[in-house]
């Protein structure tokens, strides 16, 4: 029986490797016989084995990493430096002074506050800030985003997106975790990027954004 890639030369069922050195023995015979070098036999055995190989094509590259997965977590002490720079380069912090850094680092001890962090490998890419606050018209509690950034440089438009929608997403559970039926975005967030709050269920109710997550 001829097996997976088995050539038929001559009648002899053998491997390609075979099938080559068969082929050159048999040139030699040729040679030493007087037989003509292109004789119809020798070329249809030598078209036969062409035909078997496998023809090798060149495949496009693929660029390693074109795919960024970015991972929110809640945020370490160690990464609040970093978070301020973001914030102030997103122009939605309170900027570069010394005391912003006291600032995140004391709202990470009040229960009624959330920070989390983007990161994307081991780089810092993203922040966002939620707060817990008392309301008459949505309930006991409303959820608060505050503040929020997403580097622009290390990102581009498409993970920049998905980042941002990840960090919301993330302190929107939060929110509703600590008692809270809505979230809603406060100023100047709330209008900076109108297409992201849309996309996320967010709506008008007079000068807030916001939507139900209970």
Not at 70 to 82: C, E, F, I, M, N
Not at 84 to 105: E, I, Q, S, Y
Request: hydrophobic letters at 40%; one cysteine or more.
């Amino acid at each position: 029986m001829r097996g997976p890639g088995a050539i038929k030369v001559r009648g002899i069922i053998a491997a390609p490797g075979q099938a080559t050195q068969y082929i050159r023995t048999a040139r030699v015979n040729r040679l030493r016989s007087g037989r003509p070098r292109g004789s119809t036999a020798n070329r249809g055995i030598l078209r036969r084995v062409v035909q078997q190989r496998p023809l090798r094509v060149a495949r496009p590259h693929s660029p390693v990493g074109a795919y960024v997965e970015v991972h929110v977590r809640s945020a370490r002490p160690t990464d609040l430096d970093a978070a301020v720079r973001l914030l102030a380069h997103d122009g939605a912090g309170p900027g570069t002074g010394p005391d912003d850094g006291d600032f995140l680092r004391n709202l990470l001890n009040v229960p009624s506050a959330t920070i989390v962090v983007a990161e994307a490998g081991r780089r810092l890419v993203g922040v966002g800030v939620l707060s817990i606050r008392p309301s008459v018209r949505s309930g006991p509690f409303v959820g608060v985003i505050d503040e929020m950034g997403v580097a622009g440089s290390e990102l581009d438009a498409a993970e920049r997106r998905h980042a941002g929608d990840a960090i919301v997403e993330h302190l929107a559970a939060s929110a509703k975790n600590k008692g809270c039926t809505r979230v809603e975005v406060s100023e100047p967030l709330a209008s900076a990027e109108p297409s992201r709050w849309k996309r996320l269920g967010f709506a008008s109710r007079g000068r807030t954004l916001g939507r139900q997550i209970g």
